[in-house]
């Protein structure tokens, strides 16, 4: 394969996964990293460094479309980074400790459970009957936004950000574990445990994962893990799609959102899965 076929079809290929991770609030890594290693053969370390940048690139075309459209909530980001920063530190230093077969295998059980339940209410509505919550009230975490799709003015509030916070922490000990984006894991306790409508997860989740890269990016660089002639086209791709699936989310039907997730979810699952019983 030439260079420049190789290049047209990395940034192809990254179109489709950045649109598909600025629609489910994934970053675009998780498509992104088997690609590159499966189809065109790429190194699992470039293909990390690449899924690195394109994570950053996916946020930067996303976030700020979404910031404007109200789609992502800033004040739950900012509030649950506290959980995920510090989860990424643990998760660096026991990344030494733990056996790395019996985390993949950890990690797919908590994504199959996370898919299953959200298979489970895939046609409800997360806004709907929420419990009070003294915390989300004062730090005036509820919100709302315009849904293109339905045409209304969707207001939402916030619980359980205790609990959030938690799920947050364990996501970023997962990221800083494996690194990986931790995406997975954050829209689904957005959505689950706090109530956040898909929408609203999706598109914050996209905002956290931005930063957690870009704090992520210059230790990669450092080990020489990113290489520009396959990151380049991978951050270019993934830019449009992300900026192209910032338009497409508030469009989407919430529980054709949710169900797209779970196949996701559940084809991540068998892949941690099998690395864990076979890698």
């Given amino acids: 394969m030439s260079p420049l076929v190789f290049t047209l079809d990395v940034f192809g290929a990254s179109i489709v996964a950045g649109g598909a991770?600025?629609?489910?609030?994934?970053?675009?890594?998780?498509?992104?990293?088997?690609?590159?290693?499966?189809?065109?053969?790429?190194?699992?370390?470039?293909?990390?460094?690449?899924?690195?940048?394109?994570?950053?690139?996916?946020?930067?075309?996303?976030?700020?479309a979404y910031v404007r459209e109200h789609l992502a909530n800033m004040r739950v980001a900012m509030f649950l980074e506290l959980g995920t920063t510090t989860g990424a530190l643990t998760g660096a230093f026991l990344a030494g400790i733990l056996s790395g077969r019996a985390l993949y295998i950890i990690f797919s059980l908590v994504l199959g459970y996370s898919a299953l339940a959200m298979f489970r209410k895939r046609h409800g509505e997360s806004g709907l009957d929420v419990p009070p919550d003294r915390l989300a009230d004062r730090l005036r975490l509820h919100a709302q936004y315009y849904d293109e799709q339905s045409g209304e003015v969707v207001t939402y509030r916030v619980t359980h950000t205790g609990v959030g916070l938690v799920l947050m922490y364990i996501a970023g000990v997962v990221s800083g574990l494996l690194g990986i984006g931790s995406g997975s894991l954050k829209v689904p306790a957005m959505d689950l445990a706090m109530r956040l409508p898909i929408k609203v997860s999706s598109a914050t989740s996209n905002f956290m994962i931005g930063v957690t890269a870009a704090a992520s990016a210059g230790v990669y660089f450092a080990r020489g893990d990113i290489d520009p002639f396959i990151a380049a086209p991978v951050a270019a791709g993934v830019l449009v799609g992300a900026i192209a699936g910032s338009r497409i989310l508030g469009k989407l039907k919430n529980s054709a959102i949710r169900t797209a997730f779970v196949i996701v979810l559940v084809w991540i699952c068998i892949q941690m899965m099998w690395k864990g019983l076979h890698g």
Avoid: E, M, N
Wanted: proline share 2%; glycine share 16%.
């Fill in 21 to 64: 991770g600025s629609i489910l609030g994934l970053g675009g890594g998780i498509i992104v990293i088997p690609v590159l290693t499966l189809l065109f053969h790429v190194d699992i370390r470039y293909a990390i460094g690449a899924s690195i940048v394109s994570v950053i690139a996916t946020s930067s075309g996303a976030a700020a």
